[in-house]
């Protein structure tokens, strides 16, 4: 179950966020603005370099997927017009990244970018391979009970719970998978926000998901709320000369109903 409004909790690295202007649409036809977010604060933080994006797709009911625009540094905006009615998905994925925390000749500890095997100087402490993902749930017209499914990120945190059932004050189930298996014996911390909480880089609310893989909360009021879970797990023997340990991080964005 969610954990008391109030509480915060640091977030320990950036991440990887999609958003559109609206993301609850009454009539096929409307318009809504996608873009990414990279940093902690919610909507907009950092500006997020395309060199780094691996996949930017819309998804539409569907199935149909068409490829997002992004392009140099920046929020990489597209104006989407949504024709069908139902549950588009914009998603998005960052190249996988190795960084190195080293002590210098000073004992400082210090982040290089890349993998042991890379360091020249300094006494190696420990070093992860980073991947994320992130998801914005767009409705079209009237909310139903079909749960969305997965669209094979590489980590991936999904509703159970169709539209219908995303509303204040009520329960909403999400699974974590991790190419396209659920986490399984893992419990997972899984934190919420709602995108107006202040301060603006916390997180409000953190529960664990269960031994499948599953978290429920209960959202308090409407509105836009991001979802977000981090996996870490020890690196696979065969690259445990490269990094030493693997950080699985997914975020979900999705609107609120009264």
Do not use: C
């Amino acid at each position: 179950m969610l954990l008391a409004t109030g509480l915060t909790f640091p977030a320990s690295a950036h991440e990887l966020k999609v958003f559109a202007s609206q993301q609850a649409i009454a009539e096929p036809g409307t318009k809504s603005t996608i873009y990414l977010s990279w940093g902690h604060r919610v909507p907009v933080d950092d500006l997020i370099d395309a060199a780094s994006v691996e996949r930017y797709d819309l998804v539409a009911p569907d199935g149909t997927v068409a490829a997002l625009k992004a392009t140099d540094v920046g929020l990489h905006t597209n104006s989407v017009e949504f024709k069908q009615t139902g549950l588009y998905r914009a998603v998005t994925s960052r190249k996988a990244s190795v960084f190195t925390y080293v002590f210098d000749g000073d004992g400082n500890r210090v982040l290089k970018r890349g993998p042991k095997s890379g360091i020249t100087e300094g006494k190696i402490d420990t070093a992860t391979r980073s991947v994320m993902a992130g998801t914005a749930l767009i409705l079209v017209g009237k909310a139903g009970d079909a749960a969305p499914k997965a669209v094979g990120l590489p980590v991936e945190i999904t509703p159970l719970d169709g539209p219908a059932k995303w509303a204040a004050n009520t329960d909403i189930r999400f699974e974590v998978l991790i190419g396209g298996k659920a986490v399984t014996n893992t419990f997972p911390i899984v934190e919420a926000r709602y995108v107006g909480f202040k301060p603006d880089n916390a997180w409000s609310y953190a529960t664990t998901a269960n031994k499948d893989g599953v978290a429920t909360i209960r959202p308090d009021r409407a509105g836009t709320w991001v979802v977000k879970v981090n996996v870490k797990r020890p690196a696979p023997d065969v690259q445990k000369s490269e990094f030493d340990t693997e950080s699985f991080t997914a975020t979900l964005s999705l609107e609120v109903r009264p």
